[in-house]
Nanobody, 130 residues
Framework: QVQLVESGGGLVQAGGSLRLSCVAS????????MGWFRQAPGKEREFVAA????????YYADSVEGRFTISRDNAKNTVYLQMNSLKPEETAVYYC???????????????????????WGQGTQVTVSS
């Protein structure tokens, strides 16, 4: 079993920044691919970013490319999402996810598919005010 706990969410003004963290416990995720997703009220959960087990490969949704950065510290069992230039429409609950079946991604579709992940955190709320 893997437990994922997100933190770092909060209220920020448009144009501001936040850094989300996802700490894994129960099992090391140092050799697992990890992703971030978000879900706004009334909308489906959507892909934000993903990182392979060693951090060699990263993938981003077009909407966040250039503003968000995913990284990881395997010694701390932690994955981060640095979010800059936030927009009000990015208000959502942000979820961390872990994939145990394969430590890397074949392509963007492989990284962005919700069904490709085995464990999910409870989420952290990000609210961006205009």
């Amino acid at each position: 079993q893997v437990q994922l706990v997100e933190s770092g969410g909060g209220l920020v003004q448009a144009g501001g920044s936040l850094r989300l963290s996802c700490v894994a416990s129960g099992r090391t995720v140092g050799n697992h691919a990890m992703g971030w997703f978000r879900q706004a009220p009334g909308k489906e959960r959507e892909f934000v970013a993903a990182i392979s087990w060693a951090g060699a490969s990263t993938y981003y949704a077009d909407s966040v490319e250039g503003r968000f950065t995913i990284s990881r510290d395997n010694a701390k069992n932690t994955v981060y999402l640095q979010m800059n230039s936030l927009k009000p429409e990015e208000t959502a609950v942000y979820y961390c996810a872990a994939r145990l079946t394969k430590p890397y991604y074949s392509d963007y579709d492989d990284a962005s598919g919700r069904g490709r992940y085995d464990y999910w955190g409870q989420g952290t709320q990000v609210t961006v005010s205009s």
